[in-house]
């Protein structure tokens, strides 16, 4: 039994945020009802890619069921509330004040329901200045100083994935199935609110806490750690490109012995500890790069290996596929079967279903007349 079986989801999602949190909950065993407009989440008009349909639905959408409601309509709406009354979990990221425009109070719904858990998704914290506005990955990844402490030394850069989006909607599951479990033992719900920029600065703690508390905010190093050192990329004779990591002195000193067949390195006062090394990191990167740029790949990764250093090369996006320890889970979109990245920790779910647009409309809308609400 899936540990989410019984429960039922009603999402009035869209993007990525709350579609990840509901994927979550489909995967777990969740029923998800998937409230989209005439026209759709607009992530399924994001690319045609996967069989004709966008990258991002496939990703996030397989197993949900998907119910088209024009909330315009007061029929339509009517519908909606009939599936929040039949609903555990209720969660949205629709615009700011969009539930409220809609006549859909949360608190009135609390009271109502005092079992039923929403999660609300926004951009910042409704009790916060920003409030009302509207916010993007991004767009976060800029506000937050995230891009400040990414890309080259040159610029700034855009972490290669939606990392705001895909941390919000794994904070939301997490506090969604914390309130399943009180809920569990009082019989009450909670409503919950989780923002766009909460999570992406919760995810900077670290270079927030250097920077208040010690002054310093981490320098953009490109490919390498800039409070680690040696941790970077070096390249190898034959052009292969790989990242050293030293994560404490006892691997610099296999690394010396071992690794690069040089002693004196170790006893250099350049070199004497992880501080000396970062103050020092253009000699220390210099000296491994004398080495390595002089051995084939193979070699090196032979010696780092004997010495027990971790080590990766730098691959590009199309060898993930390739890799020896990459694993997939099906999901079916129409007649094919599209492989996606497993979910760490779970079992394999095979071949959820993506949905076509109001795929499942007539199907809830009879469920819902045998439950007499």
């Not at 969740?30 to 996967?50: I, L, S």
């Not at 339509?76 to 859909?104: C, H, T, W, Y």
């Not at 997939?328 to 094919?336: A, C, F, S």
């Not at 079967?337 to 109001?358: A, C, F, H, M, T």
Request: net charge negative; aromatic share 8%; proline share 5%.
């Amino acid at each position: 039994m899936n540990p989410l079986t019984g429960i039922n989801v009603v999402s009035l999602e869209q993007a990525v945020a709350a579609p990840l949190c509901t994927r979550r909950m489909v995967q777990a065993g969740a029923t998800v009802w998937k409230v989209e407009r005439p026209d759709g989440d607009f992530a399924r008009g994001y690319d045609t890619n996967v069989y004709g349909r966008s990258s991002y639905f496939v990703w996030l959408n397989a197993g949900k069921k998907s119910i088209v409601l024009d909330l315009t309509s007061t029929s339509d709406l009517r519908l909606l509330k009939k599936l929040i009354a039949a609903s555990d979990v209720l969660v949205q990221n629709l615009k700011p004040g969009a539930l409220e425009k809609l006549g859909i109070d949360l608190e009135a719904l609390h009271l109502r329901y005092p079992g039923l858990i929403s999660v609300s998704i926004a951009g910042f914290d409704p009790s916060g200045p920003g409030a009302r506005r509207k916010a993007y990955d991004l767009l976060m990844q800029a506000e937050s100083g995230l891009a400040d402490i990414t890309g080259s030394k040159q610029e700034p850069g855009r972490v290669g994935v939606s990392i705001v989006d895909i941390a919000t909607g794994m904070y939301a599951y997490e506090a969604v199935l914390e309130a399943l479990l009180v809920r569990a033992q009082s019989d009450q719900g909670r409503a919950l609110q989780v923002s766009l920029f909460d999570s992406v600065a919760d995810l900077l703690s670290v270079p927030y806490l250097l920077e208040r508390y010690g002054g310093t905010a981490p320098a953009r190093v490109g490919l390498a750690h800039p409070g680690i050192c040696p941790y970077g990329v070096f390249g190898s004779a034959d052009g292969v490109d790989f990242i050293l990591a030293i994560q404490n002195e006892r691997e610099w000193a296999r690394l010396c012995a071992t690794g690069l067949q040089d002693p004196a390195l170790y006893s250099d006062q350049r070199c004497r500890n992880n501080e000396a090394r970062v103050a020092n990191r253009e000699f220390v990167d210099d000296r491994l790069r004398t080495y390595f740029s002089s051995a084939a790949y193979a070699e090196i990764s032979a010696r780092l290996d004997q010495a027990d250093i971790a080590f990766a090369p730098v691959n590009s996006i199309d060898q993930l596929k390739l890799h020896s320890d990459f694993r997939t889970q099906g999901v079916k979109v129409g007649e094919d079967i599209v492989k996606l990245p497993i979910v760490p920790g779970l079992p394999k779910p095979e071949n959820l279903e993506v949905p076509s647009i109001g795929q499942h409309t007539q199907e809830v809308i009879t469920w819902l007349e045998t439950q007499g609400n």
